[in-house]
């Protein structure tokens, strides 16, 4: 069955199996990124965004994503002009095997566009669903708080007046000598 969709801004017209997995279409279309784990949605390997949305590719039909958007991680940034989120992770050290990288920071994603300025347990319930074996979690919420940081909008200030540092002559005329 032909499906129109839009993988990462592109539009995309593929023929998808009745029975196939979003996952398994989207690797076959070469996104590598996402990423078989369970098959069952346990683990969050296969995270994408659909319509705004995190989702567990491998249980979502490919057939129902037709008409919808569809964000991978490729589509966050470029290696010469990485999203705050990938760059915050390397910084923080929160990238280990790599393989729950993709659906980790997709979903770490979704948490800042709802929330821009989110706690630690908001950070840790959004990243509920994806596993991982090798950080113990630590340096990935450290990741989500640091590019939340650098993601913020930035508050406007109010500037102060700047002064030159010159005195007023105490007559309040310029070059006059006051009477004392």
């Not at 279309?29 to 989702?55: H, N, W």
């Not at 290696?79 to 993709?102: K, N």
């Not at 908001?122 to 090798?134: F, H, M, S, T, Y």
Request: charged residues 25%; hydrophobic residues 35%.
């Amino acid at each position: 069955m032909e499906i129109v969709l839009t993988i990462n801004g592109a539009e995309k017209r593929v023929d998808a199996r009745p029975s196939e997995s979003l996952l398994d279409l989207l690797r076959r279309l070469g996104y590598q990124s996402v990423k078989f784990g369970c098959g069952e949605g346990a683990c969050g390997s296969c995270t994408v965004i659909m319509d705004s949305r995190p989702v567990n590719s491998c249980l979502v039909l490919a057939v129902t994503a037709d008409g919808r958007e569809i964000l991978t991680v490729d589509g966050l940034g470029t290696r010469q002009q990485p999203h705050p989120l990938q760059t915050a992770f390397v910084e923080a050290g929160a990238v280990q095997c790599g393989f729950c990288t993709p659906g980790m920071i997709l979903s770490s994603w979704a948490l800042l566009q709802r929330n821009p300025d989110p706690g630690e347990g908001e950070i840790r319930e959004a990243l509920d669903g994806n596993l991982c074996r090798c950080t113990g979690y630590v340096q990935i919420v450290e990741a989500v708080k640091l590019a939340a940081g650098r993601m913020r909008p930035k508050k406007k200030t109010a500037r102060k007046k700047k002064t030159t540092g010159k005195k007023k002559p105490a007559s309040g005329k310029k070059g006059q000598k006051s009477s004392s």
